[in-house]
């Protein structure tokens, strides 16, 4: 029998106005805490933004995704958290705030490969 962990995800999402509240989902953070793994994948639908949000910054956006991807990594591109461990960098990922790019809510799931679920839930939910 394949060993499983139990591992957490959250979805990324884009908030182009947030007094509207419209969002879509533009990427997935994925702990699992027995592997001691946090990854980020991103994927931002430029037309969706757009839509959303003619005048979106649309680079600003993608930065920001790719700090979060960043942060996950841990090194120099985590800046302040680089020697937080993974569930610290993961909770801090997941605190609610109000901007562009916020994170969705916490669920789990069981996993034997944290790495590919990450890619998996990215497929599924977010392209």
């Known amino acids: 029998m394949i060993k499983r962990d139990v591992f957490e995800y959250a979805l990324v999402r884009v908030v ?5 509240g419209e969002c879509f989902n533009a990427g997935v953070i994925v702990y ?3 592997k001691s793994y946090v990854a980020a994948r991103t994927h931002l639908d430029e037309a969706k933004l757009r839509a959303l949000d003619p005048g979106a910054d649309v680079a600003g956006v993608r ?9 996950c990594r841990g090194g ?10 993974p569930g610290r960098r993961f909770r801090w990922l997941i605190a609610p705030r109000s901007t562009v790019v916020q ?23 977010v392209r």
């Open 16 to 20: 182009p106005r947030v007094e509207r």
């Open 76 to 85: 120099e591109r985590a800046g302040q958290a680089a020697g937080d461990d």
């Open 63 to 71: 930065a920001a995704l790719h700090a979060v991807e960043g942060l």
């Open 103 to 125: 994170p969705g809510p916490v669920h789990t799931g069981l996993t034997a490969d944290p790495e590919a679920e990450v890619e998996r839930l990215l497929g599924l939910l």
């Open 32 to 34: 699992c805490r027995a």
